[in-house]
Nanobody, 126 residues
Framework: QGQLVESGGGLVQAGGSLKLSCAFS??????????MGWFRQAPGKEREFVAA????????YYEDSVKGRFTASRDNAKNTVSLQMNNLKLEDTAVYYC?????????????????WGQGTQVSVSS
């Protein structure tokens, strides 16, 4: 069973920055074989796609509203994936989740992901 633990959430003013990190662990699991994704869920809304990064970081997808502001990256030596969030907006407020997909090139569909973290709260104030 793969396990994911997010960190780095918090309260920030609009226009500010946060960096989320997600650590992957699990016996018999090789992190570099997994595609990784970031999703978010705001109160009363469905969980939505934010970004996906392939096994070697060579293919990255972003949801349109975060393009140019968010950057996904990964460090396979440290079994971690990160999401740098700049120029945060009020509408970015949500619980952010990282997820692992056995497909090394992951996509936008949350149902394709196999493991999920517990989430970390990001709150953007005016």
């Amino acid at each position: 069973q793969g396990q994911l633990v997010e960190s780095g959430g918090g309260l920030v003013q609009a226009g500010g920055s946060l960096k989320l990190s997600c650590a992957f662990s699990g016996p018999g699991h090789t992190f570099s074989r997994y595609g990784m994704g970031w999703f978010r869920q705001a109160p009363g809304k469905e969980r939505e796609f934010v970004a996906a990064i392939s096994w070697n970081g060579g293919i990255i997808y972003y949801e349109d509203s975060v393009k140019g502001r968010f950057t996904a990256s990964r460090d396979n030596a440290k079994n971690t994936v990160s999401l740098q969030m700049n120029n945060l907006k009020l509408e970015d407020t949500a619980v952010y989740y990282c997820a692992a997909d056995r497909n090394p090139v992951s996509g936008r569909q949350k149902q394709n992901y196999d493991y999920w973290g517990q989430g970390t709260q990001v709150s953007v104030s005016s």
